[in-house]
């Protein structure tokens, strides 16, 4: 069963720094594109960043700057940096294929930044 397993998350102060891991199980992983989304509570899932098979990158107007998207075809894992967070940061973020390459969702990392 393909499977989406996201860590890092936790409780930073504004300004500080994260970064989360999403290793997929899916076998064509190192051929699609893979994004990073996030939910708050009461708000809809939203694109954070993207990242193509060849590495290249998009972010949102929210992050840009700030955070920064990698991959690591050969574990199957993609990363997101994220420095000089904000408490509008604070969220469930999730990583999945971009568009329709999406799978089921894991579980998610909760990210929560205080003031």
């Known amino acids: 069963q393909v499977q989406l397993v996201e860590s890092g998350g936790g409780l930073v102060q504004a300004g500080g720094s994260l970064r989360l891991s999403c290793a997929a199980s899916?076998?064509?992983?190192?051929?699609?594109?893979m994004a990073w989304y996030r939910q708050a509570p009461g708000k809809q899932r939203d694109v954070v960043a993207t990242?193509?098979?060849?590495?290249?990158?998009n972010y949102a107007d929210s992050v840009k700057g700030r955070f920064t998207i990698s991959r690591d075809n050969a574990k199957k894992t993609v990363y997101l940096q994220m420095n000089n967070l904000k408490p509008e940061d604070t969220a469930v973020y999730y990583c999945?294929?971009?568009?329709?390459?999406?799978?089921?969702w894991g579980q998610g990392t909760q990210v929560t930044v205080s003031s």
């Open positions: 999945n294929g971009a568009t329709h390459w999406r799978i089921d």
């Open positions: 899916r076998s064509d992983f190192a051929y699609i594109p």
């Open positions: 990242i193509t098979s060849g590495g290249n990158t």
